[in-house]
């Protein structure tokens, strides 16, 4: 049963350090997606890669936050330095650009930033 | 911008009734998917449907595309407290393989 996979599931850390969240998408998939869901926002696309190319990063913070692929099996989101307002459930998800644009998403990354 | 709209934000209702919730947005998409979302975990695609006037039947839940492929309805009949979950409604660029998605509807089924 193919999945993406997300570590840690719970980070809490303090204001200033450095959060790296990683992703492993489901093998074959060609795009990897980064969201970041709050309640009063909902789901908001952060990053877009498809062949480990970054294709859209309009949604993010350029300042603090970067989205990578090093390899076609892991995507990281790191946040550097955190802060209170980059508290929220960070989901990875990928899909197969060829045949549509179904996502499959992964459990998510609950980070809290005291 | 796309954006989709969706309606309500939130629903509780007693088992055995009858809901719709709604999906609205002045573009065009490509395809419109519904996932349901359960508390600490991420969401899961219940429905894609592509072609305008669509209708999609998955058990109790019915989906519809609208014929200009700008708006989308999850209807469920007889909901039962296994429904509880959050509702998404995402419409796809298959160019891009972007989805936009809307807020969100709370659902809340009580026995």
């Known amino acids: 049963d193919a999945r993406v996979t997300q570590t840690p599931r719970h980070k809490v850390t303090e204001m200033g350090q450095e959060v790296t969240m990683r992703c492993q998408p489901i093998?074959?998939?060609?795009?990897v997606f980064w969201y970041r869901q709050t309640m009063m926002q909902g789901l908001e696309l952060l990053a877009y890669f498809r062949n480990r190319a970054p294709l859209d990063d309009s949604g993010m913070p350029k300042d603090r936050f970067s989205a990578e692929m090093p390899d076609a099996t892991l995507a990281t989101l790191k946040i550097q330095p955190s802060e209170p307002r980059d508290s929220a459930v960070y989901f990875c998800?990928?899909?197969?650009?060829?045949?549509?644009?179904?996502?499959?998403f992964g459990p998510g990354t609950r980070l809290t930033v005291l | 911008t796309q954006l989709l709209e969706q309606s309500p934000q939130f629903l509780s209702i007693q088992e055995g009734e009858n809901l719709t919730v709604y999906c609205n947005s002045s573009?065009?998409?490509?395809?419109l998917q519904w996932y349901r979302q359960e508390p600490g975990e991420g969401p899961v695609l219940l429905v894609t449907v592509v072609t305008g006037g669509e209708v999609k039947k998955l058990k109790r839940l019915t989906f519809q595309f609208g014929d200009a492929r700008k708006d989308s309805s999850l209807h469920i009949t007889a909901a039962q407290p296994g429904d509880t979950g959050l509702y998404l409604c995402?419409?796809?660029?298959?160019?891009?393989?972007?989805?936009?998605f809307g807020q969100g509807t709370t659902l809340q089924v009580k026995p």
């Open positions: 093998l074959g998939h060609n795009t």
């Open positions: 995402a419409g796809g660029n298959l160019n891009t393989g972007k989805l936009i």
């Open positions: 998800a990928s899909g197969f650009s060829g045949i549509g644009d179904t996502q499959y």
């Open positions: 573009s065009v998409f490509s395809s």
